[in-house]
């Protein structure tokens, strides 16, 4: 495997290109109207293969997992244009399908040609998480539902734009089917503009340097990464380890669903095998095939970080999905529930590999994003949705304790800050701070976990969604580390608090004025024996209240008594 290019051109190239991600993902979370895309930065751009649609760039600041499924929606297109062999410059694609594309009907993908002397150079792509898309629950976390079609309307792959003339036709369809269309039109254009963006940029670059030299440099990217993930898995001991997990249930039924890998080493070729998994499901905790091979991506990503985000990293993984599990659901299986299921596929591959290189990986992550819909309508009539997701406890390390309220490692994503919702809806955080001791114990414990209780403030009231998960299976710890605290969700009614019958998930949870839902999130699990942890460490968690005397005498014993001496 060579490479005809210069090392100092190739890695100038390399930061301009994604340079030109870096570009269209701070365009479209400047112009995004949402502030899931705008604050939350639930988006993501990358240059894509021109005949595979495998990932060539991808943008630091959008979210990791559509890495890889962006490269199963430039596929789709790639399909659809052949179908039509009528592909032209100035085309756009515009699509949610999640079992073409990955992830949920949120994300809405428009994939771009970009032509280079009448040819397709390669594709641009841009995805965001669009704040409602019809179906039976604003903001269509919709943990009742049991197709795709009561989670959101669905648009296959059509063609938004030809030759650069927009279709307004299909942004007609769009905005028909949204009880947010402002919301959606600002999103739409705010896509539109980073493509364009990225189209300008990509012909500076090619006039600067020429395409024989673009295509050289992407061609090497993808080869070298390859050659380091090889490298990297040779420094690793040979061996097969197996790890597995459960969701709580599925939303229908409350029965807990198992996740399994089995990670196998051999040489320089890593195999991830999970066969054992429980079958497809009733409920939307189902994941499509390419959301699943992108969470492996993922945790790849983190357990070997200085690798580059190309497709090249994944030649020699095989990741083995068993048809029609929970990770390969075909349409129109709900999946509107992806983030839980990938959270685990996550927690199961860091344990397995924790068997073998415990210190490369960290210990289990809250494990849930906690989708939290609550919407309404304002005393002028107009409807409101106020969809989030909330932050926990990340898991420790060999090397520290773990992040307090971080937000999902699938994802370089920020919560939106209080201040800002507050300021788009009528509610109020009457509570939004640390929740003491529920990081798991160890040598390095986990982050703690967030406390968050949001009151309706106007008269007509709200209904609430919840979509979590960890209400009932606790994020683990690795290399001897104690596991971290579940999941507790509350709502406010006339006779007091209440918690959901399936602990996690609930619809229709009608809230008057003046009532409230709280959100109590796990922490992370602990690294290490916490028999090993620093005495001085403990006391300071203490005196900063993060950790109770109660809870330091059962976790950490003679090390707390050592520390009050």
């Known amino acids: 495997m060579t490479d005809t290019i210069d090392p100092i051109t190739l890695a100038v190239l390399a930061g301009r290109m994604e340079q030109i991600a870096d570009e269209m993902d701070a365009t479209l979370f400047r112009a995004a109207f949402n502030p899931i895309i705008a604050e939350a930065h639930d988006a993501s751009h990358g240059l894509y293969h ?16 559509f890495v890889g499924v962006m490269s199963f929606a430039v596929k789709a297109v790639i399909e ?41 150079f390669c594709y641009l792509g841009s995805v965001g998480h669009w704040h409602d898309l019809g179906g039976a629950v604003p903001g269509n976390y919709n943990p009742a539902a049991t197709d795709a079609f009561q989670e959101a309307f669905v648009l296959p792959p059509v063609r938004l ?60 990217l993808q080869n070298r990464a390859e050659m380091l993930m090889r490298a990297e898995l040779e420094d690793l001991p040979n061996g097969r380890w197996e790890a597995e997990d459960f969701l709580d249930n599925d939303g229908i039924t409350d029965e807990p669903l198992l996740i399994r890998v089995a ?38 990503k983190h357990i070997f970080p200085t690798l580059p985000a190309n497709a090249g990293v994944m030649r020699p993984i095989n990741v083995v999905i068993p048809d029609n599990s929970l990770l390969s659901a075909p349409f129109p299986a709900p999946v509107g529930g992806y983030t839980e299921t990938i959270l685990r596929m996550i927690d199961v591959i860091f344990a397995a590999a924790s068997q073998a290189a415990p210190d490369r990986v960290v210990a289990n992550a809250y494990g849930t994003i906690n989708a939290l819909s609550i919407a309404g309508k304002r005393k002028n009539g107009q409807p409101w949705v106020m969809f989030s997701f909330y932050g926990g406890g990340h898991g420790g390390s ?25 300021a788009a809806y009528p509610v109020m955080f009457r509570q939004w701070a640390l929740r003491p001791d529920s990081a798991g114990a160890g ?31 606790a994020p683990k710890g690795v290399a001897g580390g ?41 922490g992370g699990g602990g690294y290490g024996s916490a028999s090993d942890r620093d005495p001085t460490a403990v006391a300071q968690d203490v005196a900063m209240g993060l950790v109770s005397p109660e809870s330091a005498t059962l976790a950490y014993g003679s090390v707390w008594a050592e520390a009050q001496e």
Not at 90 to 101: E, K, P, Q, V
Request: with cysteine.
């Open 50 to 65: 021109p005949t595979t649609g495998d990932t060539l760039v991808q943008g630091k600041s959008g979210l990791p997992i």
């Open 80 to 120: 659809k244009a052949a179908d039509n062999s009528d592909l032209t410059d100035g085309d756009i694609y515009i699509f949610n399908d999640a079992h073409l594309g990955g992830t949920h009907l949120n994300d809405m993908r428009l994939v771009r040609p970009y032509f280079h002397e009448g040819k397709p």
């Open 161 to 220: 734009a030809k030759a650069g003339v927009v279709q307004t036709d299909i942004i007609d369809i769009l905005m028909r089917n949204t009880r947010l269309p402002q919301s959606a039109e600002g999103d739409l254009n705010g896509q539109l503009g980073a493509l364009d963006l990225g189209v300008k940029r990509l012909d500076e670059l090619l006039a600067e340097y020429g395409a024989e030299t673009v295509r050289a440099a992407l061609d090497a």
């Open 263 to 300: 990670l196998e080493i051999k040489d320089d070729t890593m195999t991830l095998d999970f066969s054992g998994t429980a079958d497809r499901c009733a409920g939307p905790v189902n994941i499509a095939l390419p959301t699943a091979v992108a969470t492996a991506y993922v945790a790849i």
């Open 398 to 422: 060999l090397e520290s304790d773990g992040l307090n309220h971080g937000n999902a490692p699938i994802s370089t994503a920020t919560i939106p800050p209080m201040e800002i919702l507050e």
């Open 443 to 473: 040598m390095h414990r986990g982050g703690m976990g967030a406390i968050y209780e949001i009151e309706v403030l106007e008269g007509g009231g709200a209904t609430a969604f919840l979509f979590g998960e960890r209400g009932r299976f």
């Open 482 to 522: 104690d596991e971290a605290s579940m999941n507790v969700f509350s709502y406010e009614q006339a006779d007091g608090w209440q918690h959901p019958p399936m602990v996690s998930k609930m619809v229709g949870i009608r809230l008057k004025q003046g009532q409230a839902v709280r959100l109590e999130t796990p």
